[in-house]
Structure formats: C-alpha cells, structure tokens
C-alpha cells in the first residue's frame, strides 16, 4: 500500500524559504529505486486544477514546473525513503496546498498525500 505523508508546510513571508519533505512507505521507495516510480510534488490552489511543481526520478532527472525553476530544488532521501522540496524565494502566488506524488512509470497512476499547507505573505 502506498502511504505519502508531507510536512514542513507553514507560513512564511515573501522572500522566504521552506523545506517540504515527504515520508513514503518503504514499499513504494523499494519500486522508486528499480525505477519503476517517479516521486514528484503538486500544488493546488482553491477553484484550480492540481498542478506539478517538480518530480525526480531514481536516475536523478528533475523536472520543474517553469514558475519554480531556480527557486525550488527536489531531492530524495533513499536511506529514509523521503522526498524533499527546498522552496527558496517564495512569492505570494508560490501560496498552495502542496502534494507529495508517487507516480506509477508506465500507468502514469499517481497516489497522493493529504497535503500542506504553504502560506506566503506579501
């Protein structure tokens, strides 16, 4: 069974930073590291769809939403099965419920996290 559980979201002002992690089931890292699964984080906002901010694969090719690029950096943790989202500069409009993502390689079929919480003040 895949468990996804995020922390590190908060408030925080414009200019800001904050480290998202993500703790997954030791299952779902076992098929992330064969490669079988790409780990990613989504952002939604209220009324919009959920959209991608960054994913990784076991071979270490990142991929950033163009918004981000620069500012937000995605890693993972193979010995505590965790993936990270450092958020460096952040903007008001950076102001989400953030998603840790595991994407199935070949059905494209993502289990989600609950999510948290960012909250960036002008």
């Known amino acids: 069974q895949v468990q996804l559980v995020e922390s590190g979201g908060g408030l925080v002002q414009s200019g800001g930073a904050l480290r998202l992690s993500c703790a997954a089931s030791?299952?779902?890292?076992?098929?992330?590291?064969?490669?079988?699964?790409?780990m990613g984080w989504y952002r939604q906002t209220p009324g919009k769809r959920r959209e991608l901010v960054a994913e990784i694969t076991r071979g270490g090719s990142t991929n950033y939403a163009e918004s981000v690029k620069g500012r937000f950096t995605i890693a993972t943790d193979n010995a505590q099965n965790r993936v990270y989202l450092q958020m460096d500069s952040l903007k008001p409009e950076d102001t989400a419920v953030y998603y840790c993502?595991?994407?199935?390689?070949?059905?494209?079929?993502?289990?989600w996290g609950r999510g948290t919480q960012v909250t960036v003040s002008a």
């Open positions: 030791r299952s779902i890292f076992r098929l992330y590291g064969m490669g079988l699964y790409v």
């Open positions: 993502s595991a994407e199935e390689a070949k059905t494209k079929r993502k289990s």
